[in-house]
């Protein structure tokens, strides 16, 4: 037997909080509004900040938010400081220069998001979809049976 379109709706709801990607805001069960970046690692560098930082190469995402994730933005490579949350933006003439000073790898390693990062990126289309879907097989269900 199918459950009911509210009983449906309280269990989705309850997965989707315990599914969400971790993160300090996700372990307490809360829900998601505005952006959160995130910083993907890359390949460790010799090079120093400018205030003499310890760097690593990174590529930046950016999720939107609207209580699930409904768009995964792909901002570019920055360089993050080692130990704390700040980076640094890489635009195509740093990169350049930098390349030219051997102080980053040419070409640039490739950064590529896994098919979880999309549905994670994409959550409250994929929701979306999921409750259409259990509406008309519910829909379908009721017919048969009746």
Known sequence: MLPTSSGLLIAITALFILVLPSSEANARGSLRF?????IHFIKELTVKGPKSE?????????TKNFALPYYLQKDGYVLKVKGTD????????LIRDMQDKRQLPSPLPPFTLSWVDYVFG???WVVIAGLLLW????MLWKKRTS
């Not at 505005?34 to 995130?38: A, N, P, V």
């Not at 700040?86 to 003439?93: A, E, R, S």
């Not at 509406?135 to 519910?138: E, K, T």
């Open 122 to 124: 994409y959550l409250l």
């Open 34 to 38: 505005g952006d959160d970046s995130t």
């Open 135 to 138: 509406g008309l097989i519910s």
């Open 54 to 62: 310890e760097l690593s190469l990174g590529y930046k995402t950016t």
């Open 86 to 93: 700040g980076f640094y933006i890489l635009n195509d003439k």
